[in-house]
T-cell receptor, first 111, second 116 residues
C-alpha cells in the first residue's frame, strides 16, 4: 500500500461544475496535509493546507480532512478551464519528517 | 519576488557522464529538498537539509547520487555516472521551519534531465 494514494485520472468535469479530488493516506500519525497544483511542464505550487479535521475554505477551494478515515479531499467550485492541471496531495507526519506526495490527479475542465 | 532558482533548466547528457544540478533556495529558508519526478513514480523525495545539515537521503541511490549544501545559498545534486533511468525532472524546494510546526515548500522551476 502506498503512503499517499490518489486516482491518477483524468477527472473530467464541465465548466462551472464542482470538481472533487480525493486522497487517502496510510500513516495515522500524519498531521499536516497539503494540496499542490501543477500545470503541465511547470513546478508544483501550494494552493491549500489543512491541519485539523473538518473543512477549510479559500475562495473557490475547500479542503476537507477526516483523520478517522485517513482521507483528505479538495473541492473546486465553479470549475474553470484554467483549473485544468494535476493536483498533488501531500502528507507530513508531525515533527521534522519528510512530506510524501501522491501520484497526482489530472483534472480536465471542459468548456 | 522571492523564488527558488535552479540551473540548468535542461540537460541532455550521455550515459556515464557526470551531471551537476544547482539550486538557490529562498533567502532565509532553512530547509532544502531535492525531488525527482517521473510519470511512473510521481514526485519522490531524494534528500533534504535543515540548516545545511543532511537530515534524510534515504530516497537517493547512494552509489551514484550525492547532495550537498556548501553554503546557505547553494544546494547541489550530483549524479556520477549518469544512467538513462535517471532521466526525469529534478525539483529543488525550500521552506522555513520554526520549532516543530508545519511549513510550506516552495518549488523551483526544475531541471529536466535526459540521459541518452
Amino acid at each position: 500500500q502506498k503512503e499517499v494514494e490518489q486516482n491518477s485520472g483524468p477527472l473530467s468535469v464541465p465548466e462551472g461544475a464542482i470538481a472533487s479530488l480525493n486522497c487517502t493516506y496510510s500513516d495515522r500519525g500524519s498531521q499536516s496535509f497539503f494540496w499542490y497544483r501543477q500545470y503541465s511542464g511547470k513546478s508544483p505550487e501550494l494552493i491549500m493546507f489543512i491541519y485539523s479535521n473538518g473543512d477549510k475554505e479559500d475562495g473557490r477551494f475547500t479542503a476537507q480532512l477526516n483523520k478517522a478515515s485517513q482521507y483528505v479531499s479538495l473541492l473546486i467550485r465553479d470549475s474553470q478551464p484554467s483549473d485544468s492541471a494535476t493536483y498533488l496531495c501531500a502528507v507530513r507526519p508531525g515533527g521534522y519528517q519528510k512530506v510524501t506526495f501522491g501520484i497526482g490527479t489530472k483534472l480536465q475542465v471542459i468548456p | 519576488d522571492a523564488r527558488v532558482t535552479q540551473t540548468p533548466r535542461h540537460k541532455v547528457t550521455e550515459m556515464g557522464q557526470e551531471v551537476t544540478m544547482r539550486c538557490q533556495p529562498i533567502l532565509g529558508h532553512n530547509t532544502v529538498f531535492w525531488y525527482r519526478q517521473t510519470m511512473m513514480q510521481g514526485l519522490e523525495l531524494l534528500a533534504y537539509f535543515r540548516n545545511r545539515a543532511p537530515l534524510d537521503d534515504s530516497g537517493m541511490p547512494k552509489d551514484r547520487f550525492s547532495a550537498e549544501m556548501p553554503d546557505a545559498t547553494l544546494a547541489t545534486l550530483k549524479i556520477q555516472p549518469s544512467e538513462p533511468r535517471d532521466s526525469a525532472v529534478y525539483f529543488c524546494a525550500s521552506g522555513l521551519v520554526v520549532g516543530g510546526g508545519s511549513y510550506e515548500q516552495y518549488f523551483g522551476p526544475g531541471t529536466r534531465l535526459t540521459v541518452t
